[in-house]
């Protein structure tokens, strides 16, 4: 996977702020100084969108070839792995218009293409004559865990920082600064996303409860399902529709750590 073209040969790298007038004003407290913040070019979107049209093609034909021996993705941590760099890549395109509406697109068609990825692959593909989970497994098991979890964590900051026109911190994989922005996240879009979060909760619990039976603890669940609630409280989501239960979550910087999961919930059946 090739890594971003220079912004002078209409590649699609981070764009330099400056005060041209196509620029979106950064949001800043009353006496602060104002930032902005250049869209991508037509030259840069057109760049962007064939790379990440190829990249997407490719993971997918990979995906659908996974039960095959000569399959590049045979199992979900490969898979997410493969697809982590295009988030990374979506969220840093710039919160204001038009390049906004590529961020929100592209970054709805992943969040499908991860919840319909972690479904498919098994959490356990097999196991000894036993039927129980040995040491080696359970590591296994583990790590799969957790790179799921890290990946929902990130996707649920990232649709945060979108919903709230907010840039992107690469490197502390973290929302940046808001930005004005004339558009923003259409209500048929806010609609899809929340359709995808809560059908992607109920893939998460089918596809956890498809393990032998203790393999994860109802706290374990819990933090899995109990996922993305930054984005359904941007949204503005009904709780009865997406109840929480994990206490001690709170939408603000102090109080906005990644949710840890430990191995304390799983155990060897």
Not at 81 to 103: F, K
Not at 211 to 234: K, M, N, Q, Y
Not at 237 to 263: Q, R, V
């Amino acid at each position: 996977m090739s890594g971003p073209i220079d912004d002078n040969a209409g590649g699609f790298i981070l764009p330099t702020h400056d005060t041209a007038a196509e620029d979106a004003v950064q949001v800043s407290p009353k006496g602060a100084s104002v930032t902005a913040m250049r869209a991508l070019s037509a030259a840069q979107e057109r760049r962007l969108v064939e790379y990440l049209e190829s990249q997407f093609l490719e993971i997918t034909r990979a995906y659908k070839k996974r039960a095959e021996p000569s399959t590049t993705l045979p199992d979900l941590p490969s898979y997410l792995t493969t697809l982590h760099p295009l988030l990374a890549l979506i969220l840093l395109i710039p919160p204001v218009d038009p390049s906004g509406s590529l961020r929100v697109s592209y970054l709805l068609r992943l969040t499908g293409d991860f919840f319909d990825g972690v479904a498919s692959y098994p959490l356990i593909s097999a196991l000894p004559g036993s039927g129980k989970l040995e040491a080696s497994d359970l590591v296994t098991v583990e790590n799969i865990l957790v790179q799921v979890l890290d990946w929902i964590t990130e996707l649920d900051k990232g649709w945060a920082a979108v919903l709230n026109s907010q840039s992107w911190d690469s490197s502390a994989k973290h929302a940046g600064p808001s930005y004005v922005s004339s558009r923003g996240v259409t209500q048929t879009e806010r609609t899809r996303l929340r359709s995808l979060i809560l059908q992607g909760r109920e893939k998460l619990e089918d596809w956890m409860g498809e393990g032998p039976p203790g393999v994860l603890d109802a706290d374990a669940r819990e933090t899995f399902i109990g996922g993305f609630w930054r984005t359904l409280s941007a949204l503005g989501a009904n709780p009865e529709d997406a109840p929480l239960s994990i206490s001690g979550l709170e939408d603000d910087e102090e109080s906005d750590d990644d949710i840890d999961y430990t191995p304390g919930g799983l155990v060897i059946t």
